[in-house]
């Protein structure tokens, strides 16, 4: 049989037709709002029939939903790869590790974070309390703790403590809009990070 009479699929994988719905959304959302978008000029934009939209998400709520738990896993993924990047036995470095990735991901992904969690906030504030960034955190306070690389009698309260203190910040109107702005940013946020768990800061 002639490689060319190999029949190739009609139609995308649902995962990838779910990734090009969100993607129009997310663009669609960045440019309008939330409210001012509409379902079909979402699957207008992933060109796709407005029925398929139904396949994958039951609203917009829906797909903002979705937007905020990958926008979540995203700066996940980057403090784990980063986390992984130290030795072992560097607790400091790790934690100086999980402020600069945890703050790079908010501030790289601004807009995105706006809208999904600014403009149109969930219905709770637990995320601020309980999310799978908070968790990773106590994890690695809890870990550092038991090695002796600092003394936390409370993981869990120190977790989001860290966190909400960086997401606040992180989240003022025009912070590190300049290179060296954000550099400064990163580097204050490192100290306040070490500092918390008695450890010395390189701008001490």
């Known amino acids: 049989m002639p490689e060319n009479s190999v029949s190739k699929p009609r139609t995308k994988p649902p995962e990838e037709r ?8 997310e663009r669609l959302f960045l440019e309008k709002g939330v409210e001012q ?16 939209f139904y ?25 784990v790869a980063a ?12 934690l100086a590790a999980w402020s600069t990735a945890c703050a790079t991901g908010y ?3 601004a807009g995105l974070h706006h809208f999904a ?23 690695l306070i809890a870990d550092g703790a038991g090695e002796n690389a600092w003394s936390a009698d409370d ?8 966190f909400n203190a960086l997401h606040g910040v992180v989240n003022q109107p025009g912070i590190a809009e300049t290179t060296s702005a ?22 001490d």
Do not use: Y
């Not at 396949?55 to 403090?79: E, M, Y």
């Open 83 to 94: 986390v992984g990047g130290c030795r072992e036995e560097d607790w400091r470095g790790k």
């Open 55 to 79: 396949l994958h998400f039951s609203s917009k709520a829906d797909v903002l939903q979705a937007l905020r738990a990958r926008f979540v896993q995203a700066v996940l993924d980057g403090i």
């Open 155 to 162: 993981p869990g309260f120190t977790a989001v403590f860290l």
């Open 182 to 203: 954000r550099a400064e940013l990163l580097r204050a946020i490192e100290a306040h990070f070490l500092r918390v768990l008695g450890l010395r800061s390189g701008i």
């Open 117 to 139: 969690f600014v403009a149109a906030p969930p219905a709770t504030r637990e995320g601020l309390s309980r999310n799978i960034l908070i968790d990773h955190l106590s994890e």
């Open 18 to 25: 779910r990734d090009e719905l969100m993607a129009a959304a």
């Open 37 to 52: 978008t509409t379902i079909e000029e979402i699957t207008t934009g992933a060109g796709v029939a407005k029925g398929t």
């Open 107 to 109: 501030l790289d992904a």
